[in-house]
């Protein structure tokens, strides 16, 4: 295969992975909301929760750019379970507990106020950035055992009911995953070829605005790439290739894919958003089949990664070759002037 390692880096570091500035950045919107909702939970005369922690893309470091700007950053706001009480005595419902977050979040600067959704509560920020913050609300259930006195805690999400659910521990299972599988690491995970071949993955998966919806998520897509990884040392495009084609033929017999942490499915059986990346994988992956070919020029190589990503970035990629051949030309001994005499 010609190598296109330095070109595919490249890309994921420019076009693909939010860098440090950008994460800080929608950071500081969570965090502003964490005060926001303590403030107005206590205002409000309801509990206060027990802790907050990110989680999502932006915890497993698989946050990637996105044209429009339209970032989110889930933050999850944890309750202990026996002070989510309503007025009558009983439990409150998970709806109940996502509308009395998003009353907590309630500020008259923003244009467009917190809304509850299926599954969190979401704020909006206004253009030029088109941030949104999702609060997942989560219950925790502490258990100690007679025995051993260990404590064990339980969480359940606030979606459709009460439903079991740890955030935490999928970012634990990612972190490790990555950990395990590159060499190159780092500790808080933001290096390491495995999760830039995720983060490479979702770049493709978002790389058609027609896609979005019919496609697999971040997440599903973090779990095949998990399945199918197998690190080649200095090459990302070549690790890149190997996992999307072995994820292709996977999901020509296996349409489901599992949760890394719980006993349930990512995406269901025959699951239209798995067929729909199988299609699109088969479809795009054959662009590339030109890297193959012996004389396989740059400009090749360079038209072949564009039509894979839908980009133009590639295609304006000096030819290393050429730089080569310049470097040569301008390496020899340098010539010093002096009195209008040269001198080597």
């Known amino acids: 295969m010609k190598d296109t390692n330095e070109q595919l880096r490249r890309f994921h570091d420019d076009c693909v992975w939010m860098n440090a500035a950008g994460r800080r950045d929608i950071l500081a919107k969570?965090?502003?909301?964490?005060?926001?909702?303590?403030n107005g939970l206590e205002r409000d005369s309801?509990?206060?929760?027990?802790?907050?922690?990110t989680q999502g893309s932006y915890a497993m470091r698989t946050m990637i750019q996105n044209d429009e700007g339209d970032y989110d950053i889930d933050d999850g706001v944890y309750f202990a379970r026996d002070k989510l009480i309503g007025p009558n005595g009983g439990e409150i419902t998970a709806l109940a507990a996502r509308q009395m977050v998003c009353d907590a979040l309630q500020d008259r600067r923003f244009r467009d106020s917190p809304e509850v959704r299926n599954n969190c509560v979401r704020i909006y920020y206004s253009?030029?950035?088109?941030?949104?913050?999702?609060?997942?609300?989560?219950?925790?259930?502490?258990?100690?055992?007679?025995?051993t006195g260990e404590i064990t805690d339980t969480y359940e999400l606030a979606s459709s009911d009460w439903k079991t659910s740890d955030a935490l521990s999928v970012t634990k299972w990612f972190k490790k995953q990555n950990k395990d599988k590159s060499s190159d690491p780092s500790e808080n995970g933001d290096r390491g070829q495995?999760?830039?071949?995720?983060?490479?993955a979702k770049a493709f998966a978002r790389s058609r605005p027609h896609w979005s919806g019919k496609?697999?998520?971040?997440?599903?897509?973090?779990?095949?790439?998990?399945?199918?990884?197998?690190?080649?040392?200095?090459?990302?495009?070549?690790?890149?290739?190997?996992?999307?084609?072995?994820?292709?033929?996977?999901?020509?017999?296996k349409t489901w894919v599992e949760h890394p942490t719980l006993n349930e499915d990512i995406l269901p059986v025959d699951s239209a958003k798995s067929r729909f990346l199988r299609k699109k994988l088969g479809d795009k992956?054959?662009?590339?089949?030109?890297?193959?070919?012996?004389?396989?020029?740059h400009e090749e190589a360079m038209s072949a990664w564009d039509d894979f990503f839908y980009s133009d970035w590639f295609s304006n990629q000096p030819d290393p070759e050429d730089e080569e051949e310049l470097d040569k030309k301008t390496s020899g001994p340098a010539i010093i002037k002096i009195g209008g005499q040269g001198y080597a």
């Open 30 to 38: 969570a965090r502003a909301n964490r005060t926001r909702l303590r």
């Open 46 to 53: 309801k509990p206060a929760p027990v802790g907050s922690a």
């Open 127 to 147: 253009a030029p950035n088109n941030y949104h913050v999702d609060v997942p609300v989560y219950r925790r259930t502490r258990t100690k055992d007679v025995f």
């Open 194 to 200: 495995f999760v830039r071949i995720v983060r490479l």
């Open 215 to 253: 496609i697999a998520g971040g997440f599903a897509l973090s779990r095949l790439v998990s399945d199918h990884f197998t690190e080649n040392v200095d090459r990302d495009d070549v690790a890149f290739r190997q996992v999307l084609r072995a994820i292709h033929n996977r999901l020509g017999w």
């Open 285 to 297: 992956l054959p662009l590339l089949d030109i890297l193959d070919d012996p004389g396989c020029t």
